[in-house]
């Protein structure tokens, strides 16, 4: 079946510091791809999106490439700051038979930026 | 503020028990979808519901259940708890029937947290 693959955690890093959080995914046929964030105390938001292979989501400074030779979409951020602390999960969307379709999150991941 | 309201935040409850959590999705959304989240297995989708009927489902147990009614909030009962079952429980909504199309975005609430002691 479906599946996702975040990189373990947790992240701390310092203010300004470079991002990347790695995310792999198994599944067949063409899935679309998503990152979202939880803040501390609040549900999931989209933070990105891409829909096809070799689209980029960008959101917010982040960005993610959607690579289908390699099954990934890693999230990535030039200069992360104290806000960005949050927890970021990868997920896949594919449609089943019929009119079904669900998402498939990653475990997630823990980011902490320190100032 | 996604406009998704889920009551209580905070549920704390014995073994054996049966509780039941309610989602009010965002205005004009006929989709409701129930996820839990718990540390070892991430997000997992339980079930959906479009405009009152079952849509699609997930890896819910059979001590779990839900319905959406026709004002579209909708409630997950949970029956027979275990400790396992300690997670957090999210509600989202979207505005389509599904499947989640490219342009379909899920709003999701602040989840309610249970914990089975």
């Known amino acids: 079946g479906d599946s996702v693959t975040q990189m373990e955690g947790p992240i701390t890093l310092p203010e300004e ?4 959080i790695n995310c792999t995914y198994t599944a067949t046929g063409y899935p679309s791809l998503f990152w979202y964030v939880q803040y501390p ?16 989501g960008s959101n917010k400074g982040f960005e993610a490439t959607y690579r289908k030779e390699t099954t990934s979409f ?12 949050a927890v ?15 998402l498939t999150f990653g475990k997630g991941i823990t980011l902490s930026v320190r100032p | 503020d996604s406009g998704v309201t889920q009551t209580p935040k905070h549920l704390i409850t014995a073994t054996g028990q049966r509780v039941t959590l309610r989602c009010s999705p965002r205005s004009g959304d006929l989709s409701v979808y129930w996820y839990q989240q718990s540390l070892d297995q991430g997000l997992q989708f339980l079930i959906q519901y479009y405009n009152g009927e079952e849509r699609a489902k997930g890896n819910i147990l059979e001590r779990f259940s839900a319905q959406q009614f026709p004002d579209l909030h909708s ?22 029937r599904g499947p989640l199309s490219t342009n379909e975005k899920l709003f999701f609430g602040s989840g309610t947290q249970l914990s089975v002691l």
Request: glycine share 10%; aromatic share 8%; with cysteine.
């Open chain 1, 74 to 85: 890693h999230l990535e951020k030039g200069s992360v700051q104290v806000s960005d602390s």
């Open chain 2, 75 to 96: 409630e997950l009962n949970l029956s027979s708890l275990e400790l396992g079952d300690s997670a957090l429980y999210f509600c989202a909504s979207s505005g389509g």
């Open chain 1, 88 to 102: 970021y999960f990868c997920a896949l969307s594919r449609i089943y038979t019929g009119a079904n379709s669900k």
């Open chain 1, 17 to 20: 510091a470079f991002l990347t």
């Open chain 1, 41 to 56: 105390g609040e549900g999931l938001q989209l933070l990105l999106k891409a829909t096809k292979a070799d689209d980029k």
